[in-house]
């Protein structure tokens, strides 16, 4: 347990700092960095948490590939590097509303967590004792669990993102393509196709 | 107290145990691409400094070491010596989950698989940081190319790797490959094996994909403005993460440490030394591609992983799904 806690609080504390340095820096490119550190973070907490699998996931789909993706957009677009101090002000009255959200939210979470407890099953709150017996009866991994739930109780919502993720995925698609006429393609199959009897021609 | 100062004495002397062969093995790697490469081309390669040119390498490390460390004025200084360094890292952090032999790996983590993926996946970073911030334009075109290279082959990666856990049913590697008992995955899965090599070179940055290097027209891309021990930190980082993928090849394919047939003689040799055949044969591949094969064009090369590998490999994991729920073969 002590680890665990000396952990959380790590890896907390950490994220919390970087993301203030994702607000606070200048230069755009530097938050983008701190956001990926605090993508770690977040990871870092899920491991204690243990789940495993969701970390794993974590920084391979937003540190592997959205916070590059990011990156990329911001490095291209060669943005300058902004004077904060004017427009801090202008965005404060829509913060304060989001803020104060987020406050009633943890208050809401806090009120459920705040139940008194019958002292005579303390025992059983004792996170190494329900972990151990648990585990050692029948150990199951991260994965298997998801499997058990997505695919049986709530395989709806499960076809419904995909379906989500299809329609975007198709959407962004049809917002960027469009065929251009003017520029050489290469055809393999033509290439390939090729033999030496038709490619060499005498022309007179 | 004493109980948590043996515990960092015990991680600290196995993580050396784990890093101090990997850079001796990049620096006789070096010096075997260019063996091989010189014999190939009908030249002697290397074979001064030391009995045939053994000591080579560490020479090339000793002067990389001693000269001079070059700062760009216009650089941007905290990035640009962060991104070697990370990159070199990175490269080392994976192989704390790699199976050398049976019960001979440093942390068995049963989600083996999912860490390579991830960690393999932040060495875009070093590269695309070192890229922007040397503030030169050969740099920073070089990083982004090879940023998307790397991106792009990852997903028919992940997809062939997918195939793989189907048949394993696990995302232990020791499971993987104690699963490979009866048959290694190169039989059943060959296509697929094709494709994770080719795909491993580009994920590399290998020859025929060394578009990031490309001296030709980039001046070797995204390492341009380094020099000295920035320089030899992205080769060393280059060097381990080509080892890695020949030893996932080994481990995904290639049944790693199980010898070929179960033979009495085959059984008693140590299961490290077939894993260790097994990745220096892939290596040997890796090198015998570079000089053979002429280099990409990049939309050739983009055309390769989206259009070739992405369908075909999705094609192999329907089918792959399919005949083991048909014949209620899943595990």
Not at chain 1, 175 to 189: A, E, G, S, W, Y
Not at chain 2, 279 to 294: D, H, K, Q
Not at chain 2, 316 to 326: A, M, N, Q
Request: net charge neutral.
């Amino acid at each position: 347990m002590f680890a665990e806690n000396i952990f959380f609080f790590f890896f907390s504390f950490l994220s919390i700092i970087f993301s203030f340095f994702v607000i606070i820096s200048k230069n755009p490119v530097h938050s983008i960095l701190s956001l990926i550190l605090v993508f770690f973070n977040a990871a870092g907490l899920l491991i204690v948490l243990g789940a495993e699998f969701l970390a794993m996931l974590f920084i391979i789909v937003y540190v592997g590939a959205v916070a590059v993706l990011f990156l990329f957009v911001i490095m291209m677009l060669n943005v300058k590097v902004t004077n904060l101090t004017a427009s801090v002000y202008r965005y404060l009255p829509i913060s304060c509303v989001f803020g104060s959200i987020f406050f009633l939210q943890f208050l809401m979470f806090l009120y459920l967590d705040l139940v008194s407890v019958n002292t005579n099953y303390l025992y059983l709150l004792d996170n190494n004792f329900i972990n151990e017996w648990t585990v050692s009866l029948a150990p199951v991994t991260n994965i298997v669990v998801l499997g058990q739930l997505l695919y049986t109780y709530y395989s709806y919502l499960f076809i419904i993102s995909g379906v989500i993720l299809l329609v975007s995925m198709l959407g962004a698609i049809s917002l960027t393509l469009h065929r251009r006429n003017d520029i050489k393609k290469q055809f393999i199959h033509k290439q390939i196709e090729r033999d030496f009897n038709s490619s060499i021609v005498w022309k007179y | 107290m004493t109980y948590y100062l043996i515990l960092i004495f015990n991680i600290v002397l196995k993580s050396l145990a784990l890093i101090v062969p990997l850079l001796v093995g990049v620096a006789y790697l070096t010096l075997l691409e260019r063996k091989v490469m010189a014999s190939m081309q009908q030249r002697r390669g290397p074979n001064v400094v030391g009995i045939f040119g053994m000591l080579q390498a560490f020479a090339d490390g000793l002067k990389l070491f001693v000269k001079e460390t070059i700062l760009p004025s216009s650089a941007n200084t905290l990035i640009f010596i962060l991104a070697p360094i990370i990159t070199f890292l990175i490269s080392l952090f994976v192989w704390a989950v790699i199976p050398f032999n049976y019960n001979s790996v440093f942390v068995d983590i049963n989600i083996g698989v999912l860490f390579i993926l991830a960690i393999s996946s932040l060495g875009v970073y070093g590269i695309i940081t070192s890229g922007w911030s040397s503030n030169s334009k050969w740099s920073f075109l070089g990083s982004l190319r090879s940023a998307a290279q790397m991106i792009s082959y990852e997903v028919s990666i992940g997809i062939i790797i997918l195939c793989v856990l189907l048949c394993s049913g696990s995302l232990n590697l020791s499971e993987i490959v104690e699963s490979q008992r009866k048959v290694w995955y190169i039989l059943p899965l060959f296509p697929l094996f094709v494709m994770f090599f080719i795909s491993g070179l580009a994920e590399t940055n290998r020859a025929p994909f060394d578009l990031p290097e490309a001296e030709a027209e980039l001046v070797s891309g995204y390492s341009t403005e380094y020099s000295a021990m920035g320089f030899a930190l992205f080769f060393l980082g280059e060097y381990a993460n080509m080892i890695l993928m020949s030893t996932t090849v080994t481990i995904y394919f290639l049944g790693g440490w199980l010898p070929p047939i179960d033979f009495i003689v085959f059984n008693f040799i140590p299961g490290f030394f077939w894993f260790g055949l097994k990745t220096t044969g892939v290596l040997f591949l890796f090198i015998w591609v570079r000089a053979a094969y002429p280099r990409y064009r990049y939309d050739q090369l983009m055309r390769l992983g989206w259009k070739v590998f992405l369908p075909f490999s999705l094609g192999w994991l329907l089918l792959i799904s399919g005949i083991l729920l048909g014949f209620d073969w899943l595990i």
